[in-house]
């Protein structure tokens, strides 16, 4: 089956259809990330657009998707339905969300909901998405940006933990409490097809750092955890760093730009001489001194070296 991805950028009247190869490949092209912000209609006031009519320029986009991917048939190729900016709202993303699970004829694979002022009533219509059996196809959700808090982060957790296909989630960038961050790490504990969390820019604090942790001590799929800028400090730091000594999925870690200083940066040290998996944990901005900076480099090259040395190695032939 070929990993080509449908992509649609829509700008004011002119609707395109994208065909992307798979990154990397020969040819590959990344659809522009957003499409520029429709003009205002008259009487509508400037900037104003109502959630409904949002929706509805929504619904039109999966539309335009669904007819370009029936004219290739001959492959079940993966959507990507580019919404971001749209304004959908609480109330567009109920219509959305309706529509995708009433017909299903073209699974969409990437939802990008970035910056769409859904609030916890619109992430509670998109948990309803995640949480269905009929949208098996979906592998990517972007809902950054959208003034997500507790009561929205409740409803993606409970989605999340029963969720078996979803491999990215990007809810960085919300209203996030500690409390919310909790709800998330939970899921990550019963969650066992995540790759990818991003969470930066939410208020996690220590405690939700804790929270979190407990999580990654648990979680055996997760390869990536963005947490950057989230009010982490030593604490919460130690905390993630016995979690890391233990964990052996995850490979990128950028918590940056969190204030724990030397100590927390000590923490990761220790657990880097357990952990052999591990090749990105960025700290930039977090107060480190340059003699821990260096020997956390050092010791990410290390595991580095014994990556590449181990997949150097020739597959042993079956014995006959």
């Known amino acids: 089956m070929s990993n080509a991805m449908f992509a649609l950028q829509v700008n004011d009247g002119d609707s395109k259809v ?3 190869e798979s990154p990397g490949g020969e040819g590959y092209r990344t659809a522009p990330e957003a499409a520029p912000p429709a003009q205002p209609a008259k009487g509508c006031g400037k900037g104003k657009r109502s959630n409904e009519d949002g929706g509805k320029q929504a619904l039109e986009r999966l539309s335009v ?3 370009a991917a029936s004219e290739h048939t001959d492959d079940a190729k993966p959507v990507e339905l580019d919404l971001f900016d749209m304004k959908l709202g609480a109330e567009g993303a109920e219509m959305l969300a309706a529509e995708l699970e009433s017909d299903v004829s073209c699974p969409v694979h990437v939802l990008n909901l970035c910056k769409n002022k859904l609030g916890d009533e619109g992430a509670a219509a998109i948990a309803k998405i995640i949480k269905v059996d009929k949208l098996r196809s979906l592998r990517s959700i972007d809902l950054r940006m ?3 808090a507790l009561a929205g982060a409740e409803r993606l957790g409970l989605a999340l933990g029963a969720n078996h296909t979803l ?3 990007d809810i960085s960038s919300n209203d996030f409490n500690t409390k919310a961050a909790a709800c998330i790490a ?4 019963s969650n066992t097809t995540l790759e990818t969390l991003g969470l930066e820019y939410n208020t ?3 405690e939700g750092a804790e929270r979190m942790a407990l999580a990654l001590s648990k979680n055996s799929t997760l390869t990536t955890l963005l947490m950057r800028s989230c ?3 030593a604490r919460g730091a130690a905390s993630l760093a016995r979690a890391l000594a233990v964990n052996r999925s995850l490979k990128k870690f950028d918590i940056s730009t969190n204030e724990f200083g030397d100590e927390g940066a000590e923490s990761f040290l220790d657990a880097l001489k357990a952990n052999n998996v591990i090749t990105q944990l960025d700290m930039f901005g977090c107060d480190v001194g340059p003699r821990n900076s260096a020997a956390v480099r050092a010791a990410l090259r290390a595991n580095e070296d014994a990556e590449s040395a181990a997949a150097s190695k020739p597959t042993p032939s079956p014995s006959t």
Do not use: G
Not at 186 to 189: C, I
């Open 18 to 20: 994208f065909l992307n």
């Open 65 to 67: 998707l669904r007819a």
């Open 146 to 148: 959208n003034k997500i």
């Open 167 to 169: 491999t990215s989630l």
């Open 186 to 189: 939970l899921a990550l504990e």
């Open 204 to 206: 996690m604090a220590d």
């Open 231 to 233: 009010e982490i400090r």
